[in-house]
């Protein structure tokens, strides 16, 4: 005999009806000089895009500060939902819906003390979220191009799985890879 999947055995795909909010990608305050903006998309087994999946960031502020501010998710007095953040305060936060192409964003600023950007992605047909780590290259040594020691435990092709391409001074691309073919380097944390 065989049974269904409850919710507790799989993620999703309901998470998207509760998990983003509005802004959510924009972890950079608002008109911010410095604002960089990394994109990419969330790809299954079969290079097809996931639609409905979650892509949540955490990084410290360029000062290398990893506190962050709370309070910077704004409530609607009446309703107590979630309206949004406050345009003003850098979070460290983010949390970035796929479209239906499985793209997804993050609006943030170069993290500071660490040469990348910390990720969790959310999906269908997962039992736990997945983290990784998205490195902005122009952060890594120069001579190396790692100075990480994870990076450095890796051959040269799983190492790639986890460097951004900068396409051009403010923008990064970074797909992520379920599985399969070229599949993002996933971290298991005990």
């Known amino acids: 005999m065989s049974h269904a999947p409850t919710p507790s055995q799989t993620v999703g795909p309901f ?14 305050p608002a008109g911010h000089p410095g604002t960089v903006t990394v994109h990419g998309r969330v790809l299954d087994g079969l290079g097809a ?16 500060s990893r506190t962050g501010l709370p309070g910077t998710l704004r409530h609607d007095p009446a309703t107590g939902k979630v309206i ?3 345009g003003v305060d850098f979070t460290g936060f983010g949390r970035a819906p796929t479209d ?13 003390g660490a040469p990348y950007i910390c990720a969790a992605v ?7 979220h997945l ?6 290259p122009d952060l890594l ?11 450095e435990s890796l ?34 944390f005990s």
Not at 122 to 128: E, N, P
Not at 131 to 136: M, S
Not at 141 to 151: C, Q, R
């Open 15 to 28: 998470h998207g009806y509760a998990l983003p909010f509005p802004g959510g990608s924009e972890v950079a």
């Open 49 to 64: 895009p996931v639609p409905d999946a979650i892509v949540e960031t955490w990084q410290p502020a360029p000062d290398g």
């Open 84 to 86: 949004g953040r406050d």
């Open 100 to 112: 239906a192409a499985g793209h997804w964003f993050v609006r943030t600023l170069p993290p500071g």
């Open 122 to 128: 959310f999906a269908r047909g997962l039992v736990h």
């Open 131 to 136: 983290y990784t780590r998205v490195y902005l």
């Open 141 to 151: 040594d120069e001579g190396t191009k790692t100075g990480d020691p994870l990076l």
């Open 155 to 188: 051959d040269a092709e799983r190492r790639a799985t986890l460097i951004a391409a900068r396409t051009d001074a403010r923008t990064y691309r970074f797909d992520i890879r379920l599985q399969g073919a070229g599949e993002t380097v996933f971290l298991e």
